[in-house]
């Protein structure tokens, strides 16, 4: 009964390098969310995915991120060109439905940009 | 202004004791749900406890409650019979407008440190 799956769970990036980050939910859920955590802060929102759809991306920089959740295969967080400011824990969760009342996190993926 | 606040510095609790986590909240849609989440030193992000702005008792799994007052707009997280292993960071979250939207905002946590 396996939950979110993140990989990798860590990654380091050199400034202007792609940063490739997976989640593959729990089975059977079709809504993926990608959250990104800050060091000391709160998780920020940044997309919604249903399969092969982007419903929500209002936290999402509009440049150099882009997230696609496939009809096969994990949901890609892409960050390209990355920035140290990019530095942060990225988490996905997903669910079962829209606007259900539990949202299922993966355990994150450190990136670290030098 | 900010949608979850959670101002509480450190917390500490001695073993075996309750502790209340506190969170408001700012909305003003009349649908709404609040989480809890858990968040040890290993990084995982662990759903505790929803309440929906439409329910009438206060919501409860195990050791957790969740202490609702809708006219104040708190939500505040009662961890009763503290154990070693609750130390992590807590983080109170909400949903705004129904099941239509599906995003959460998080507030920026409290730390509680259970003492032996």
């Known amino acids: 009964n396996a939950g979110v799956m993140q990989n990798p769970r860590h990654l380091v990036r050199r400034r202007g390098q792609e940063a490739r980050l997976r989640c593959s939910p729990v089975?059977?859920?079709?809504?993926v969310y990608w959250y990104r955590q800050l060091p000391e802060e709160g998780l920020k929102f940044m997309v919604y995915?249903?399969?092969?759809?982007?419903?929500?991306e209002s936290g999402m920089p509009k440049e150099r991120f882009s997230a696609e959740f496939p009809k096969e295969g994990p949901s890609i967080l892409r960050i390209q060109q990355v920035v140290r400011g990019d530095s942060a824990a990225y988490f996905c969760?997903?669910?079962?439905?829209?606007?259900?009342?539990?949202?299922?996190f993966g355990p994150g993926t450190r990136l670290t940009v030098l | 202004a900010q949608k979850i606040t959670q101002t509480q510095p450190g917390m500490f609790v001695q073993e075996k004791e309750a502790v209340t986590l506190d969170c408001t909240y700012d909305?003003?849609?009349?649908?709404?749900?609040l989480f809890w989440y858990k968040q040890p030193s290993s990084g995982e992000m662990i759903f505790l406890i929803y309440?929906?702005?439409?329910?009438?008792q206060n919501a409860t799994e195990g050791r957790y409650s969740l202490n609702f007052q809708k006219a104040r707009k708190s939500a505040n997280l009662v961890i009763s019979a503290s154990q070693l292993g609750d130390s992590a960071m807590y983080f109170c979250?909400?949903?705004?407008?129904?099941?239509?939207?599906?995003?959460?905002?998080f507030g920026k946590g409290i730390t509680l440190s259970v003492r032996p």
């Open positions: 995915l249903q399969k092969e759809n982007i419903i929500d």
């Open positions: 089975k059977g859920h079709s809504h």
């Open positions: 909305t003003s849609d009349p649908s709404y749900g």
């Open positions: 969760a997903s669910s079962p439905r829209q606007g259900g009342n539990e949202q299922f």
């Open positions: 979250a909400m949903r705004e407008g129904g099941t239509a939207n599906s995003k959460l905002t």
């Open positions: 309440q929906g702005s439409y329910d009438q």
